[in-house]
């Protein structure tokens, strides 16, 4: 599993990263940590001319928390993981690092890299060798999809850690571009579409998140279900962020879920059955049929999308009454 040939640029500044983005536009592609890039590019799922380096830019490394929290898309999964301001104010987020691969993929793995993770399927995330004895996949170099026969669309799953975190949290992303900076909710990043799996063109880079001031000291769960526990992506993810008052209520909340679809999403009417709401068996019932609607589970992994629907349905309960009761 050999390396394709690339030549590695390595801009010093963010401006000089997106004038050789946008001047080798089609040939080049971005790599942070490369952590998930790299076993692609073994796999041959890709085979750029350049790979354009960002980790020099110290400028998108840091993480500050004044008028709501910042985190430079270049910080490190385990900065994000071990930060006291995360822990503190932001824990959904923290636990959802925290869980992501293993200590080592944690410290060069960034939370930019995470975020733009590519989706993943059994049929796709193998050797070029394994993948031609099946004649390729509608993703990469063949016709058909092997998970929903006869359709065109791609259903790859994103498997992030941290998203459904950020998405419980409301996070807002910024992306640049030679043509300047634009801010998007984080939820209108996804596409839904396993190819084409975010609105990035090729000149633009994920350079900052942003998570409000309201959303700090919400309470939060993420609960995960992969293969191998010390090591692997999420089969399913369920992350929980809810505001509780003094007396036990909820005053605002939401429930976002990760690896059932193709995009991280939040559970539609979550929000509406959160609020001003009251922890009760009825609640959380409420809460995982909502999740029910939302997913949609297939034969992408080696767990099967029955086992995976299910074990959504029970965490969803289970994140909420952890994060609920800490
Ligand atoms: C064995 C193994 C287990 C893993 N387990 C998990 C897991 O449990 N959970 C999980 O979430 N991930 C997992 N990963 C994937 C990976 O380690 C993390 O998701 C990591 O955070 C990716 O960040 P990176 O900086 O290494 O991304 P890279 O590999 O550098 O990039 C990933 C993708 O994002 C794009 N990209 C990166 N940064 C930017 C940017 N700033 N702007 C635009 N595009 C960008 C790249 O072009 C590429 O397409 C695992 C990987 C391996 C090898």
Not at 42 to 64: C, M, N
Not at 221 to 248: H, Q, T
Request: aromatic share 6%; net charge positive; hydrophobic share 40%.
């Amino acid at each position: 599993m050999s390396l394709p040939e690339f030549q590695v640029l390595r801009p010093r500044t963010l401006e000089e990263a997106l004038e050789l983005l946008d001047r080798r536009r089609g040939a080049i592609q971005v790599i942070a940590g490369g952590t998930d890039l790299v076993p692609s590019l073994k796999q041959k799922l890709f085979a750029p001319r350049y790979l354009l380096d960002l980790k020099s830019l110290g400028e998108l490394r840091y993480i500050r928390n004044g008028a709501g929290l910042e985190i430079g898309a270049l910080t490190t999964v385990s900065e994000v993981a071990g930060s006291a301001e995360v822990r503190r104010h932001f824990p959904v987020l923290a636990e959802a690092a925290h869980v992501i691969a293993s200590p080592v993929l944690r410290t060069m793995g960034t939370l930019g890299g995470n975020l733009c993770l590519d989706t993943r399927c059994l049929w796709y995330n193998q050797s070029q060798f394994w993948r031609q004895s099946c004649g390729f996949c509608l993703k990469k170099d063949g016709t058909a999809c092997h998970v929903a026969p006869g359709g065109d669309r791609c259903w790859a799953v994103f498997s992030g850690d941290t998203a459904p975190a950020l998405l419980a949290l409301g996070a807002e992303i910024e992306i640049v571009s030679p043509r300047g900076a634009r801010r998007l909710p984080l939820e209108q990043f996804y596409t839904g579409d396993g190819m084409a799996r975010m609105k990035l063109a090729g000149d633009e880079i994920l350079t900052r998140i942003f998570v409000p001031a309201e959303s700090s000291g919400m309470r939060g769960a993420y609960l995960k279900f992969r293969l191998r526990g010390s090591i692997d992506y999420p089969l399913a993810g369920v992350a929980v962020a809810l505001s509780i008052s003094p007396d036990g209520m909820c005053l605002g909340g939401r429930v976002a879920v990760t690896a059932l679809n193709p995009a991280p999403l939040v559970v539609q009417g979550s929000q509406e059955a959160l609020h001003n709401a009251r922890l009760s068996d009825e609640l959380l019932e409420t809460l995982a049929q909502l999740a029910g609607r939302s997913i949609k589970p297939l034969t992408t992994s080696a767990s099967t999308p029955e086992y995976r629907r299910d074990i959504a349905r029970v965490f969803v309960k289970r994140a909420v009454r952890q994060a609920w009761n800490p």
